[in-house]
């Protein structure tokens, strides 16, 4: 069995108890994230592993640690010295880190991932003080495979790699885009239960094409731009080879790239190794169990409604094919589908006849689609143009552009029905397509609503309403995690599906009643275990899963056993025959 890492590992002790074994002593052992426990260690310990007289001598457990934490957390002046507070301690004792944000979830979430992650981005290189994961380019790529060896975790299972290319709604942002990967991971250790030993970010700096980065001084990422065509598939080509040689068990999520490099790595290598595209799969995932949510509570079923997506990038796509997917489960034909879904972009809705991009051509419309909207042949059905003739259902937005679902449009919308699902999904928050309260008042309160980025409740007319965050949260951890609990080959379409009525099934059961479409931030772990449960079914049920000894077990039980746990465990140092 591969060793976490040379330096510790889980063990079991005579007894069945968990342990930590570790092969460093003194102060190595205090300036590893992951064998950090501070004041935390027992005075035996401290004496064993030749850490007396380097530590304060009052010995706190991390209840008092973590009570000491959040009073200084409190103290910090903005959000994104909030989230600089939570990475020094991350990048300090990694162990607390988990810890305090599992305390605070609903509260750090947002810190640690979006809308904070976006500034976190933007200011990387100003803000850097302390590695974490790697970094290829094109000046180290051919060691790739040294490299990885010589991580110092071993057994990584869980990998989110990003070029930077299209973060969130802030586009290109070079090396900062690690940012990113490190935040997902944040929140597969703390909702999905990964062992945060077995995670790795990953930043393949192929270069950036902003100016202010390639001309400041403190950039730290490649002053070089962008690569593209074959030299950058041939870096993509020489990273993944290297993982497979490396840690062949591991799962790749593809995190923000370009919208065409986007379905192009996943067309590429989706049934090649285990990986998914968060952007894509996960957003869409998201959005479809928010749809199916709020249909059942309208009584209505995701069959009956017509969507307009806007925004056509890997997010809008990304959507708009999963709502496809869930239309064919449910038992509509392609042709009745394409009467249902119009997918609009910057030039208005999506034709065959002006698209060069060959993602779009599946969801993209004919001129005979609006032949009686009276358009001029001159162009194509704008968004209001759309709206008023198509009378969808649902409305979501995937642009990026903040105010683009103007009154007119929403009041369209509910000039059409009774009550318009409207989804505004961008992130971060000044993004937004639309304000709650605007969709509110300009819907006078009928509108079932949800957002991509965090928003407190409303009130009007005297009524509350909550806001219901649409974030991936709910499906990458539960869908990786189970990925790597069933050793999968593949992460198939199905397990993805399965993920969106896992999610929609659980907001069923706990928030029939009330006006929620997603759960609650704070719901994260239940959520993720049963996202977790029902893709491991699935996964074992199509062939994905190549641990078919799991067939006929307790899978809720099982990936229970698996979670990891933020606790301090006893340390014994290995000594002399500790691999160094």
């Known amino acids: 069995m591969t060793t976490l890492s040379d330096y510790f590992d889980y063990r079991l002790d005579a007894d069945g108890n968990k342990y930590v074994e570790v092969s460093i002593r003194g102060v190595t052992l205090l300036r590893l994230p992951a064998t950090n426990k501070g004041t935390a260690f027992s005075v035996q310990e401290r004496i064993e592993l030749g850490l007396d007289g380097m530590l304060p001598p009052q010995v706190t457990d991390m209840e008092q640690q973590l009570d000491r934490l959040y009073v200084n957390y409190q103290k910090q002046a903005n959000d994104i010295s909030k989230y600089q507070f939570l990475r020094a301690l991350q990048d300090r004792n990694e162990v607390l880190f988990y810890a305090l944000l599992a305390q605070h979830l609903e509260e750090m979430v947002p810190v640690v991932y979006t809308p904070t992650i976006g ?81 790795l970010p990953v930043n393949l700096d192929v270069g950036t094409n902003r100016a202010e980065l390639l001309d400041d001084p403190f950039y730290l990422g490649a002053h070089s731009k962008r690569l593209h065509d074959q030299p950058y598939f041939e870096l993509v080509d020489k990273f993944v080879n290297a993982v497979q040689k490396v840690w062949p068990k591991a799962i790749i999520q593809w995190e923000d790239f370009a919208k065409n490099i986007a379905f192009d790595l996943l067309a590429k290598y989706k049934d090649l190794l285990p990986c998914f595209n ?18 059942h509570k309208k009584g209505e079923t995701l069959a009956e409604q017509t969507v307009v997506v806007v925004g056509a990038g890997a997010g809008g796509f990304g959507v708009a094919s999963t709502i496809k997917k869930g239309m064919l489960r449910e038992g509509l034909t392609m042709e009745q589908i394409l009467q249902r879904i119009f997918v609009v972009d910057a030039h208005g809705l999506v034709v065959k006849e002006a698209t060069t991009e060959a993602y779009k051509l599946p969801l993209s419309h004919t001129q005979e689609s609006y032949h009686d909207w009276d358009i001029p042949d ?25 105010g683009l679902f103007t009154e007119t449009v ?22 937004c397509e639309a304000t709650p309260e605007d969709i509110l008042v300009w819907t006078h309160g009928t509108a079932m609503l949800a957002t991509g980025s965090p928003f407190a409740d409303v009130e009007y007319q005297g009524r509350r309403y909550p806001i219901g965050q649409g974030n991936n949260a709910f499906i990458f951890p539960g869908l990786g995690f189970a990925a790597v609990l069933g050793e999968c080959s593949r992460i198939s379409d199905a397990m993805v599906l399965e993920s969106a009525y896992a999610l929609a099934d659980y907001i069923a059961e706990k928030y029939s009643t009330t006006d929620l479409i997603f759960p609650p931030v704070g719901d994260l772990k239940q959520v993720s275990l049963f996202v977790a449960k029902r893709v491991l079914a699935k996964a074992l049920e199509d062939g994905s899963a190549t641990r078919q000894d799991l067939v006929g077990i307790d899978l809720e039980a099982y990936v229970k056993a698996n979670l990891w746990k933020a606790a301090y465990l006893p340390f014994k140092y290995a000594g002399a025959t500790a691999t160094h």
């Open 119 to 199: 500034l976190a981005v933007q200011q990387f290189s100003s803000n850097f003080t302390s590695t974490r994961g790697l970094t290829l380019s094109a000046a180290n790529i051919d060691r790739a495979e040294t490299i990885l060896q010589n991580y110092p975790l071993n057994d990584i299972r869980m990998i989110v790699v990003t070029d930077s290319s299209s973060i969130l709604g802030i586009g290109d942002q070079g090396m900062g885009g690690l940012a990113i990967c490190i935040g997902k991971l944040g929140l597969y250790t703390v909702g999905g239960g990964m062992c945060p030993f077995q995670t």
């Open 410 to 431: 929403i009041k369209t919308m509910a000039a059409n029905h009774a009550q318009p699902i409207i989804f505004p999904l961008s992130n971060p928050t000044a993004n």
């Open 278 to 295: 968060d952007d894509i799969q996960g957003t869409g995932a998201m959005a479809l169990a928010g749809l199916l949510s709020a249909c």
């Open 378 to 402: 001159d162009r194509v059905p704008n968004l209001l143009e759309v709206v008023t003739h198509a009378k969808p259902t649902v409305l979501l937005g995937l642009t990026g552009v903040p």
